[in-house]
């Protein structure tokens, strides 16, 4: 059972143009959300977070929009950059040190 | 300040084998935990320890073990290997474990089951 889901395995997108990468989860008691991203052969790094008592957060180019009665997230980089192409994944956690839980990840390719 | 370390980075067993991996986590970081990754899978957990002690525990066989030691390095170990055991794992250190803070990942042990 996956609690953290990310329906598109790939994406592309023109640099210039904004990438939406989507994130749904099932557990309701989720209460801090991250988003990570990865290249080839390194390991995943952490990009930007939310906690649940807020609906944004941005960070330059990347901000993430959480509804939490939809339990839905989504991660949206402004302009697109070509270094920008990754494999992104959303994970969650229950705070009080549980685990933190990700999703499959989104390809993202950035098309100069 | 250094990253987390892993080794080896690459390795190949062959079923039946067991293997052991290596993490060192960044200097004053005591939770270590502990990924596998598989394509289509995203990164699944498997245990997390802090301060010497399993704090947290995935959906994994009790074939995949670990431990951390005192100085917070940590090891993990997986038995009576299985093709499907071919993955990427991950280590992932924090300074306390509260997971409201990023977790900063190590560059992955590549084992190949044949």
């Known amino acids: 059972d996956q609690q953290v889901k990310q329906n598109s395995p790939s994406l592309s997108v023109q640099e210039g143009r904004i990438s939406i990468l989507n994130c749904d989860y099932t557990?309701?008691?989720?209460?801090?959300f991250l988003w990570y991203k990865k290249y080839p052969a390194e390991g995943p790094t952490f990009l930007i977070s939310?906690?649940?008592?807020?609906d944004k957060n941005e960070d330059g180019r990347f901000t993430v929009f959480l509804n939490k009665s939809a339990k839905h997230l989504s991660l949206h980089i402004v302009p697109s950059q070509p270094g920008d192409s990754a494999v992104y994944f959303c994970?969650?956690?229950?705070?009080?040190?549980?685990?933190?839980?990700f999703g499959p990840g989104t390809s993202l390719s950035v098309i100069p | 300040k250094a990253g987390v370390t892993q080794t080896p980075r690459y390795l190949i067993k062959t079923r039946g084998q067991q293997v052991t991996l290596s993490c060192s986590p960044i200097?004053?970081?005591?939770?270590v935990s502990w990924y596998q990754q598989t394509p289509g899978q995203g990164l699944q957990f498997l245990f997390e320890?802090?301060?010497?002690?399993?704090?947290n525990k995935g959906n994994f066989p009790g074939r995949f073990s670990g431990r951390q030691f005192s100085n917070s390095r940590s090891e993990m170990n997986v038995s009576t290997l299985e093709l499907g055991d071919s993955a990427l794992y991950l280590c992932?250190?924090?300074?306390?474990?509260?997971?409201?803070?990023?977790?900063?990942f190590g560059e992955g042990s590549r084992l190949t089951v044949l």
């Open positions: 939310i906690s649940s008592i807020k």
């Open positions: 992932a250190s924090s300074w306390d474990g509260t997971n409201t803070g990023e977790l900063f």
């Open positions: 557990n309701s008691m989720f209460d801090y």
């Open positions: 994970a969650a956690s229950v705070t009080s040190y549980d685990k933190v839980i």
């Open positions: 320890y802090f301060s010497e002690t399993q704090r």
């Open positions: 200097s004053g970081h005591r939770s």
